[in-house]
């Protein structure tokens, strides 16, 4: 079946470092590809998403490009901030999943002032 | 964007009561929502599929008797815990689908902001 893998946290950097967060996705078909950010004490919100090969998705300075031929969807910011500290997951929806959207299992993410 | 709102966001309960969520969809209609459970520093794990009108599809191993959901409008899908025992404690999130024009299954979802149940 469909499934997410992502880096294992936590991830701890200082302000200002670059970041990248590795996803890689198993899938049937062309599924979407989802990035969503779970504050402390909130739900999930989409940072971004690519609905087909090729596409960048972009949103608050964060970047993902959907790349088929390596099946990745990694996520970049050249500069984070204090307030980026949250865990982010990655997301297929589609695929043999059909509607399902299939989670990875989320990293922490926190930033040193 | 798309507001999904849940209800309560934190109840706390004694072992052996039932516990209703509410999930509901406030500025659009959901003909599907989904029911996540979040363990603590863990993903999310698909429990169910509500569909409106219709019995809702449960993923492998969630317990239909023991995690009741009802779509009974395009705006409002129900879990209820019955029964609640300690391990049922958890952080519950639903999410709905507003298709994009390419079809359903390519649309975002958005999510409540989750219930927290505590089971004494």
């Known amino acids: 079946g469909d499934s997410v893998t992502q880096m294992e946290g936590p991830v701890t950097l200082s302000e200002e470092a670059f970041l990248t967060i590795n996803c890689t996705y198993t899938?049937?078909?062309?599924?979407?590809l989802f990035w969503y950010v779970q504050y402390p004490g909130e739900g999930l919100q989409l940072l971004l998403k690519a609905t087909k090969a090729d596409d960048k998705g972009s949103n608050k300075g964060f970047e993902a490009t959907y790349r088929k031929e390596t099946t990745s969807f990694h996520l970049e910011k050249g500069s984070v901030q204090v307030s980026d500290s949250a865990v982010y997951f990655c997301a297929l929806r589609g695929g043999s999943s059909a509607s399902k959207i299939i989670f990875g299992s989320g990293t922490r993410l926190s930033i040193r002032p | 964007g798309a507001v999904v709102s849940q209800h309560p966001s934190r109840v706390i309960c004694k072992s052996g009561t039932s516990v209703k969520i509410e999930c509901r969809s406030l500025?659009?209609?959901?003909?599907?929502m989904f029911w996540y459970r979040q363990f603590p520093k863990q993903s999310l794990m698909l429990m169910a599929t509500s569909n409106e009108g219709s019995k809702a599809t449960y993923e492998q191993g969630v317990e239909k008797d023991k995690f009741l959901i009802n779509h009974a409008s395009l705006t409002l899908s129900t879990l209820t815990v019955t029964s609640a025992h300690p391990e049922d404690s958890s952080f519950y999130i639903c999410s709905a689908s507003v298709a994009n024009g390419q079809g359903a299954n390519t649309g975002e979802l958005f999510f409540g902001e989750g219930s927290r149940l505590t089971v004494l």
């Open positions: 899938a049937t078909g062309y599924p979407s």
């Open positions: 500025d659009f209609q959901a003909t599907t």
